[in-house]
């Protein structure tokens, strides 16, 4: 029996490497075709965003990938917390000078060199490694019990939630507090203690629109969007254009009209737009269908898990691509407001890239875990 174990190693789930794979070409593609004019503007080489992605995200990521998804995840797991305490570290850093790096008005980048990275991508992954270690070692009355559940979960997405706000990076904490309550509920929290977050998270949203003008214009522009086209609207309104003109069929690959300087932030959070100009409906819809059915694959991942561990983790991983997905697509739809966060495998961020991929590695290496009898079980549901 141990021979023909050996004969026979534990494989990757073949769905999620195809899935995967489908959605890192199709990211490449899509930016090297939105990417061109504002690349050729700016640096005089219409493939420079392409040629970042590829060495500074793609590339390294799958460097991590492919060590991750050999390197046992139990090993991995032991590191949680230090690698938790050091990304707490980087998110301090941003706020010291010369080290520290601006974009617009958001202190989110660490830069030195000619390199520059976003903590706040790191920190999605190890607070998901740090709550799925330290909810799988709790028992249901610990879960339950609101002094050594609520209180310590509350004070860890906290001290997140501060060093975000204070970026300011809301994008990313609203795709934060989503995986790390979605972790907590599947850990066994009470409804209660979940309606409690979430109202906390209401009053919070609430003082911090309130506390700054731009984010109240920007709730003003949701709700109408015609109002101020050619200002504070002049974003999402352009997404419209392009998403319409778009059509059934789209205007075919490469000839989008609205990525020539009109649509902003083509590469990273309008990227969508681009596409369903670009793609049309028919074509955008199978996407869309791709990327729901990659998360229903993390899912049936998740359900097959050895471990308490490892179950937190997946669906964890499952609820940051889903939340994020949902936030970046509504934004650009009008369904919520804009966010500035990147849709994930397509916008361009070595970053929020080289961090993801480091994920699908952890994901990788649980799917190889998953025991003979789940794989049955899986086979027949």
Not at 180 to 193: D, E, K, N, R
Not at 291 to 318: K, M, N, S, T
Not at 373 to 378: D, I, T
């Amino acid at each position: 029996m141990l021979a023909a174990a050996s004969m026979n190693p534990p494989q990757i789930d073949k769905k999620f490497l195809i899935m995967l794979s489908l959605l890192l070409v199709l990211g490449l593609v899509m930016l090297t075709s939105a990417s061109g004019p504002v690349a050729w503007q700016k640096f005089g080489d219409s493939y420079w965003y392409v040629k970042h992605q590829l060495f500074y995200g793609l590339l390294p990521g799958l460097v991590l990938f492919f060590l991750f998804s050999h390197i046992d995840y139990r090993v991995l797991r032991r590191l949680a917390r230090p690698l938790f305490y050091l990304s707490l570290i980087l998110l301090l850093l941003v706020f010291v000078p010369g080290i520290g790096a601006e974009w617009g008005t958001s202190k989110s980048w660490i830069g030195f060199f000619n390199f520059s990275f976003q903590p706040a991508e790191v920190v999605k992954l190890t607070l998901l490694l740090f709550f799925a270690d330290w909810l799988a070692n709790c028992d249901r009355e610990e879960i339950i019990d609101p002094h050594r559940g609520l209180l310590p979960f509350l004070l860890v997405l906290g001290l997140v939630a501060v060093l975000l706000i204070l970026q300011p990076d809301l994008g990313s904490l609203s795709v934060i507090a989503a995986l790390s309550i979605i972790v907590f509920f599947l850990a066994g929290a009470p409804w209660m203690h979940l309606a409690g977050i979430s109202a906390g998270g209401v009053l919070a949203l609430w003082i911090l629109i309130k506390s700054a003008p731009y984010r109240a214009a920007r709730l003003m522009t949701f709700l109408q969007p015609e109002l101020d086209p050619q200002g504070i609207g002049y974003h999402i309104n352009q997404s419209f254009l392009a998403i319409g003109s778009g059509g059934l069929f789209g205007l075919g690959l490469g000839h989008s009209r609205q990525k020539y300087m009109y649509l902003p932030e083509v590469v990273g959070d309008s990227i969508f737009a681009v596409m369903a100009e670009e793609l049309g409906f028919v074509l955008i819809f199978i996407v869309l269908m791709l990327l729901a059915g990659f998360i229903w694959r993390l899912l049936h991942i998740a359900r097959q898990a050895p471990d308490g561990f490892c179950f937190l983790f997946v669906a964890g991983v499952a609820g940051w691509l889903a939340s994020q997905i949902l936030l970046n697509i509504g934004s650009m739809v009008g369904l919520f407001p804009m966010t500035g966060l990147p849709l994930p495998f397509m916008s361009y961020g070595g970053t929020a890239l080289l961090v993801t991929l480091a994920a699908m590695g952890m994901v990788a290496n649980i799917s190889r875990h998953v025991s003979k009898s789940s794989r049955l079980a899986g086979k027949r549901l």
